[in-house]
């Protein structure tokens, strides 16, 4: 099943050194039976963007309260068999056993430069836009505004060398 996983900068940095990315809790995000049913329409590639786009939120949580992080929201489109789905959670929330492997992923995505200031400014509020704050909501939209960079799993390390 490809899943997305959310990440950090540290968190790639650390899977280039050392070939292996855990997810946090083992939470990832995938097109789900759930997931599939919450929308009225849309096809696979719509409704796989759209649990990216949770992955990409998950990712702005990671960063929350972590102001040495690297500004920026990253997703690892990932192949794995030991999934779990996790509908109590929310529509795109699975489990996974075990760590990915470079050979794995499929994509990785991550934020621009120019998205650095609004997805700081993104993480310090994701909460409060949980909870219906309209002003973080604003906030949130503005960071999810920008689109995510794609990139080969082969280019990764000299992305992460140009940062």
């Keep these: ?5 959310p990440a950090t900068v540290s968190m790639l940095r650390t ?3 050392s070939g292996e990315l855990t997810p946090i809790g083992g939470t990832a995000f995938a097109l789900t039976p759930a997931l599939r049913e919450s929308y009225a ?5 719509e409704l ?4 990216m786009l ?3 939120r998950a990712s702005l949580r990671l960063l ?5 992080a690297e500004p920026r ?8 068999d030991d999934v779990t789905l996790r509908p109590d959670l929310d529509y795109s929330v699975v489990k996974v056993v075990g760590s990915a492997t470079m050979k794995d992923v499929a994509s990785v995505h991550l ?3 120019e998205a650095e200031d609004d997805v700081r400014a993104a993480a310090d509020v994701v909460d409060a836009a949980d909870l219906g704050d309209p002003d973080a909501e604003f906030t949130l939209g503005s960071a999810e505004d920008h689109e995510l960079a794609w990139y080969a799993p082969q280019e990764l390390p000299f992305v992460l060398e140009l940062m």
């Design 48 to 51: 796989e963007y759209a649990a």
């Design 15 to 17: 899977f280039v050194d």
């Design 73 to 80: 929201r990253a997703v690892v489109a990932v192949d794995m």
């Design 54 to 56: 949770d992955a990409a």
């Design 1 to 5: 099943m490809r899943v997305y996983i």
């Design 41 to 45: 329409a849309g096809d696979t590639e």
């Design 111 to 113: 934020d621009t430069a």
């Design 64 to 68: 929350a309260g972590d102001e040495k």
